[in-house]
């Protein structure tokens, strides 16, 4: 018999809490009832324990959440996280195409990929979109490891023709290797594909050309690219091309904006932009540490909130300092804050989780830990530290997810199950 259930205190947020008060479920004793990995049942435990008596049932102490799904990380860069002094243009030149110029040894590309998806399950983080690098064997590497993890991975070989030497393809190189991996990949274990180019800086007009291709003969795939995060970067795009209404423009001239279609950061956009993006249903991967450490500026949560953007949060590493989503959504309240918005709570919870599902166009497998779901969890511990102890003792429910938040990170990880695995464990 496969049937298993888990007994403890369960919060999940699945749908987005600004269109539906009635989108947090709690339950103080709770009952998660799984089967070969997937969702059977969840709900309070006094509703659900007659009819699941016989299952065996483990007692997890903690706050059970759905596991993270971070919507921008770049693994190549684990290991240039806290590169000091440079804002992005510098700071990819200085520090980021040199530890990417490594991933030429496929060696390499698995010793980092294997130590990237530990550390993510280390933060709770059971999903993912991520940057892999030029090369081709990048992606295999992240999917081989993930594979063996069992984690729900996209990702895709990055097309950068204008590239640093060593780190350009060409636009014929770009798409055939990419045809390949697609080939390759499509439909193993829980793992997706994403068409990457870098940004507009560093692709050649016929690789971008070229990218739309990709994107509307496989409608199966993602679009994942960075979008006006740094003030230099948008006037060096807007000195390349005069004739593009905005930075979104650029991408949408060559069929890169629509609904599969994830741009990370948008920290400064018109209002045309916005409501471009609104309306092709595409959506914006926030990423606050990020933003904070390279100086890049706060995403505008108040004109997102207007234009109805689709957003979901991101660590962004290695220009985000952290892996941990739990304090991703706590500088995602002080970005919003630094900008005259309130984020609550249960709302940056959702971001991290369903939200960032939504965007990811794996809503209806991760995020939420609805029956039929994967079951793909998080334990998170309140008490993890002395100060967080003494903050949350005798708080309501929102307080100490705030707490969590602002104060959590990796050691708030009790414990990280993947498809009702224990995968993960502090003890
Ligand atoms: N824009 C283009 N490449 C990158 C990258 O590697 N990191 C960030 N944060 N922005 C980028
Ligand atoms: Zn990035």
């Known amino acids: 018999m496969s049937l298993r259930a888990f007994r403890g205190e369960m919060l999940v947020v699945a749908r987005d809490p600004r269109d539906d008060p009635d989108a947090v479920q709690y339950q103080a004793d709770g009952l998660l009832v799984v089967e070969q ?24 102490p903690g706050l059970i959440v759905p596991g993270f799904v971070d919507a921008h990380v770049h693994y190549p860069q684990m290991d240039r996280i806290a590169a000091h002094g440079e804002q992005l243009l510098d700071w990819l030149e200085r520090h980021i195409f040199p530890a990417e110029q490594a991933f030429a040894s496929r060696a390499h590309a698995d010793q980092v990929a294997g130590a990237f998806l530990d550390e993510l399950l280390r933060n709770g983080t059971t999903s993912a979109l991520v940057f892999a690098t030029v090369h081709d064997h990048s992606v295999d590497a992240l999917f081989e490891a993930a594979l063996t993890r ?34 390759r990949w499509r439909g193993r274990g829980r793992l997706g594909y994403a068409v990457t180019p870098r940004f507009a800086l560093t692709s050649s007009d016929a690789q971008l050309e070229s990218a739309g291709h990709l994107l509307a003969a496989h409608g199966d795939v993602l679009l994942h690219t960075h979008l006006a995060e740094n003030r230099r970067e948008i006037d060096a795009v807007g000195e390349r091309f005069p004739e593009a209404a905005d930075y979104l423009d650029v991408y949408d001239r060559f069929g890169l904006v629509g609904a599969r279609s994830v741009f990370a950061h948008g920290v400064h956009l018109p209002d045309r932009s916005c409501a471009r993006l609104a309306q092709s249903g595409a959506g914006i991967a926030v990423c606050p540490s990020s933003n904070l450490f390279l100086g890049s500026g706060f995403f505008d949560f108040g004109q997102a909130e207007a234009f109805g953007l689709r957003t979901g949060l991101g660590t962004d590493v290695g220009a985000g300092t952290t892996f941990s989503m739990l304090r991703t959504a706590g ?88 498809m009702g695995e224990r995968a993960w464990s502090r003890t």
Do not use: C
């Open 37 to 60: 990995g997937l969702v059977v049942a969840r709900g309070a435990y006094a509703d659900l324990a007659a009819r699941h008596a016989t299952v065996p049932t483990v007692a997890l």
């Open 150 to 183: 069992q984690m729900r991975i996209i990702s895709g070989k990055v097309l950068m023709d204008l590239g640093p030497a060593g780190l350009a393809d060409t636009p014929a190189s770009a798409r055939s290797d990419t045809e390949a991996l697609i080939a």
């Open 331 to 418: 500088l995602a309240y002080q970005a919003a804050q630094a900008r005259g918005h309130r984020l609550d709570p249960f709302r940056a919870l959702y971001l991290a989780t369903a939200g960032s599902a939504a965007l990811l166009h794996i809503a209806d497998r991760v995020g939420a830990l609805e029956p039929g779901q994967e079951a793909d969890f998080a334990v998170l511990d309140d008490r993890a530290t002395p100060l967080l102890a003494r903050r949350t003792a005798g708080a309501s429910l929102v307080d100490r997810l705030f707490a969590l938040q602002i104060l959590g990170d990796d050691r708030t990880i009790a414990a990280t199950y993947v």
